[in-house]
């Protein structure tokens, strides 16, 4: 559905993508993952248009974005980091107002209006302002503003950002019945989980490239190291002192209580990205 390939963006010297390729099918979910600092959110922005690269083009059912800006961007929905809201309009004029930016008939607009409402549960709330709603609440307003156009593909920058755990759970309802509609889904995000839960495939970005790409299983399967684990038996309790004394041993990367098993995302993500801190 959307491909791009060799995407680069500088500013002044410094790299901010310096090779992105990645494609997402219809009815899928990829997952963007990356450090801070790694340019997910600019390679977020030059997949929907947003941003001009340097290098490297995009496409969208094979018709290139340089061809016709225009049209390739109606096929788009963009749920940006940030909240893009107008909380002194009611939820149902937030969706008119971006749904006329795509020229969408009044009785498709209204049709439209409604059935995203409904899909992100926030039918009730159609004529409330964004100033009276939850923090969540907001994050899926945000979401069916992206929809109200009925894009192909949706690109979501850390949309559960600061939300409650039920906010969360129905922007994830929210997401796999689109995906169920054979939308394609981009979804970016610092919490393994979501990805372990959302994605059917995972790409991981650090420094402006791709490190790795494939499903959560490929990706472990790639890092031998990680899947390496000693399993030692002892009796009784371990103490702390006991427990400290095995993580300090060389090349020990965790240790924990019970029986290890296969790596999870959150241990390739480290394996592939360092634990060093990043602002």
């Known amino acids: 559905m959307l491909e791009a390939r060799g995407l680069r963006k500088s500013y002044g010297a410094r790299a901010a993508v310096a090779d992105v390729s990645l494609q997402v099918n219809a009815g899928e979910v990829l997952g963007l993952l990356g450090p801070n600092g790694a340019g997910k959110s600019t390679t977020v922005g030059m997949l929907c248009g947003l941003i001009a690269p340097d290098a490297g083009g995009v496409t969208l059912a094979g018709a290139s974005m340089a061809s016709d800006a225009n049209a390739f961007k109606r096929r788009i929905g963009l749920v940006p980091q940030d909240l893009a809201l107008f909380e002194d309009y009611s939820a149902i004029a937030n ?3 971006f749904g006329a930016l795509y020229d969408l008939p009044h009785a498709t607009l209204k049709r439209r209006a409604a059935e995203v409402l409904a899909l992100v549960g926030l039918a009730e709330r159609a004529r409330d302002k964004p100033a009276t709603f939850s923090g969540g609440m907001k994050r899926r307003l945000n979401i069916a503003c992206a929809l ?11 949309p559960t950002a600061g939300v409650d755990p039920q906010s969360r759970n129905a922007i994830f309802d929210s997401l796999e019945a689109l995906k169920a509609q054979g939308k394609a889904l981009i979804y970016t995000t610092h919490y393994m989980e979501e990805a372990e839960r959302l994605a059917d495939r995972i790409v991981v970005i650090d420094h402006g490239r791709v490190v790795a790409s494939g499903t959560q299983a490929e990706l472990a399967r790639t890092l031998p190291a990680v899947n390496e684990t000693l399993e030692i038996e002892i009796e009784g309790a371990p103490d702390a002192a006991l427990l400290a004394a095995l993580a300090a041993l060389p090349g020990v990367r965790r240790v924990q209580r019970g029986t290890a098993g296969q790596p999870n995302l959150e241990d390739v993500f480290l394996a592939l990205t360092g634990r060093q801190l990043r602002d």
Request: aromatic share 0%; proline share 7%.
């Open 95 to 97: 969706l008119e107002l």
């Open 148 to 158: 109200v156009h009925d894009p192909d593909v949706l690109l979501l920058d850390e």
